[in-house]
């Protein structure tokens, strides 16, 4: 069965500095997999997601994140955070490109302070 | 280009009532997901429907039900309310093939009282 882990349940972070946030995954087979932004009251919104080639995969609104098969990891990083970017954060992975069920972690709230 | 819509935004519900849930796609997608988000966790698979029919469905028991129109909406149906059942209620739309990603409706809030 799939499943992912976000380790980190609550991160807060300053304004301009850097943001990585944790997550790792258990799939049987090649994984696809994806970060989604919850901001309150809305609904997801995709930052980004791997499917397979370079490891390292660009998104939107400054974000990346990167592959690791040997770590099961897939973390999502941003160089240097803005207020805006306080919300909640979600790995997933799915299958048949994502275009079937998507397994979500338990995310990851991030707060940023001036 | 509406994105995924849902209504209603907001329904309170008493336990042992039905409730029905409604999403319309986004435009050219005919593939709906609904999903359960119970505060402060993760999106929970419920099911999906591709041409009228569900194609794969998560761990959530028969009271949960759903139906999918010839113009790619679709309803969620929940009989017999648990208070368990209260959370975000999230629809995602996807072209069902290739590489699309799912995109999400803004949700519908239910309490059940």
């Known amino acids: 069965a799939q499943s992912v882990t976000q380790p980190d349940i609550h991160i807060t972070v300053s304004e301009g500095a850097s943001l990585e946030l944790r997550c790792n995954y258990s799939?049987?087979?090649?994984?696809?997999l994806f970060w989604y932004v919850q901001s309150p009251g809305q609904g997801l919104q995709l930052l980004l997601k791997y499917f397979s080639g370079d490891t390292l995969v660009q998104g939107i609104k400054g974000f990346e994140a990167e592959f690791k098969r040997s770590q099961s990891s897939f973390n999502l990083r941003k160089p240097s955070v803005h207020w805006s970017d306080a919300a909640e954060y979600f790995c997933a992975v799915g299958n048949n490109f994502g275009n079937e069920k998507l397994t979500f972690g338990t995310g990851t709230r991030l707060t940023i302070i001036p | 280009d509406a994105g995924v819509t849902q209504s209603p935004t907001h329904l309170i519900k008493t336990r042992g009532q039905q409730v029905t849930l409604r999403c319309s796609p986004k435009s050219g997608h005919d593939t709906v997901s609904w999903y359960q988000q119970a505060l402060g966790q993760g999106p929970q698979f419920i099911f999906q429907?591709?041409?009228?029919?569900?194609?794969q469905r998560g761990n959530f028991p028969d009271r949960f039900s759903g139906h999918q129109f010839p113009n790619y909406s679709s309803e969620l149906n929940v009989n017999a309310l648990l208070l368990g059942d209260s959370a975000l209620y999230l629809c995602a739309s996807t072209d069902g093939q290739g590489l699309y990603e799912q995109y999400f409706g803004p949700g519908t809030r239910l309490t059940v009282t």
């Open positions: 429907y591709y041409e009228e029919e569900e194609r």
């Open positions: 799939y049987g087979a090649t994984p696809y």
